[in-house]
């Protein structure tokens, strides 16, 4: 999670959010922050940018065994990606109560209609990664 926090503030002008992905030994697969502003892309998110260089990095859209770990609870999108890409483990620090698809307005990665559920490890260093987000919007 240090090591999400502090790949989230790539861009000045987009949200603070870093997501890693460590492959099933634990090495780092992927690293990315939030480039919805850098990029103009409305699906910029950390998350999708991290399972995209993830894919690419392994050659293969699968990816079991795999954990995410992002600063923030995931959104619709960005749970339904991680879904499909057969994360195994999902690990996020602050909680969004606007938009978090983990929990707070859906759940998204528990609903049982859907073929995969990763486990989940919600609120790790969660009071730094709120601080940043709420420094960011203050
Ligand atoms: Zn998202």
Do not use: Q
């Not at 939030?34 to 990095?57: F, Y």
């Not at 938009?99 to 730094?128: F, I, K, M």
């Amino acid at each position: 999670m240090r090591r999400a926090l502090a790949v989230a503030s790539t861009s000045p002008e987009d949200v603070p959010v870093g997501a890693i992905i460590l492959g099933p030994d634990g090495t780092e697969l992927a690293a990315a922050g939030n480039e919805r502003e850098l990029s103009g892309d409305p699906t910029g998110h950390a998350e999708i940018l991290a399972i995209r260089r993830a894919a690419a990095r392994i050659g293969e859209w699968r990816l079991a065994g795999c954990t995410l770990v992002v600063t923030l609870e995931p959104c619709t999108m960005c749970a339904g990606a991680l879904v499909l890409a057969r994360i195994s483990t999902l690990v996020f620090g602050a909680w969004e109560p606007k938009t978090g698809a983990v929990g707070s307005l859906w759940d998204v990665v528990r609903d049982t209609r859907l073929n995969h559920r990763p486990d989940v490890y919600a609120g790790v260093l969660e009071a730094e990664c709120a601080t940043l987000m709420r420094d960011f919007f203050r």
